[in-house]
């Protein structure tokens, strides 16, 4: 079974670029999930979507970071304009949320995409 | 202020013994915590959960408990093999209306030959 997919793995650029990030969650999922993790501030959820909707961006650290969902099976992490403190590790996760909205599933995590803004 | 917190330093066991790493709490109550295996390079992977009604689950050499008194899980490996180092990161979810998860900063399990 084809787990969570991102992409690129590795990505390197120059401050002040158009990052853009890009995540397939597993098929069937109903729930995406975006962390960034670093060393100082562990894994930080970002923003989750449930059934493609927005639900909860409080993570966002700012206006330059933005995501969207368009369909069940693609989601992307946008940063503009990129800073060198958003140099980290970015995870997507999806999950089958059932039942009410405190639900208890599993979260598959993607490999991530590690970020380096110079 | 709402803080969960794992054991900060790293954990060196020896081959065969059993590994216990600790989740803490504060100012949360969740119905429920879990327990993930993150590699070095790869995202976090899905081991355990544990419900606020259930005192203690086990799947093969893996035992969570978790005591809501306390505010407390306890993750055990018994048997312990080098196969078993990576970071282990608990997470408990923060909020009844929502589906998200927190997570603690994980614990860094070395289990030596």
């Known amino acids: 079974d084809a787990g969570v997919i991102q992409s690129p793995r590795h990505e390197v650029t120059e401050m002040g670029q158009e990052v853009t990030l890009r995540c397939k969650p597993i098929?069937?999922?109903?729930?995406l999930f975006w962390y960034r993790q670093t060393m100082m501030r562990g894994l930080e959820l970002l923003i989750y979507?449930?059934?493609?909707?927005?639900?909860?961006d409080s993570g966002m650290p700012e206006d330059r970071f933005s995501a969207k969902m368009p369909n069940a099976s693609f989601s992307t992490l946008k940063i503009q304009p990129s800073e060198p403190r958003d140099s980290a590790v970015y995870f997507c996760?999806?999950?089958?949320?059932?039942?009410?909205?405190?639900?208890?599933?599993?979260?598959?995590f993607g490999d991530g995409t590690r970020l380096s803004i110079l | 202020s709402q803080k969960i917190e794992q054991n900060s330093e790293a954990l060196n066991i020896q081959e065969g013994k059993t590994a216990t790493l600790t989740c803490n709490y504060t100012n949360y109550s969740p119905a429920y915590l879990q327990w993930y295996r993150q590699d070095p390079g790869r995202g976090p992977v899905f081991l355990l959960l544990i419900r606020e009604n259930e005192k203690e689950k086990r799947k093969e050499r893996l035992k969570v408990t978790f005591d809501t008194t306390l505010k407390q899980s306890l993750f055990h490996i018994t048997a312990s093999q080098p196969a078993d180092s990576a970071t282990y990161l608990c997470a408990l979810d923060p909020d009844s209306s929502a589906s998200k998860i927190i997570f603690g900063s994980g614990t860094r399990l070395s289990i030596r030959p």
């Open positions: 098929s069937g999922h109903n729930s």
């Open positions: 996760a999806s999950s089958l949320q059932q039942g009410g909205a405190r639900s208890n599933q599993p979260q598959h």
């Open positions: 979507f449930n059934n493609n909707v927005p639900i909860d």
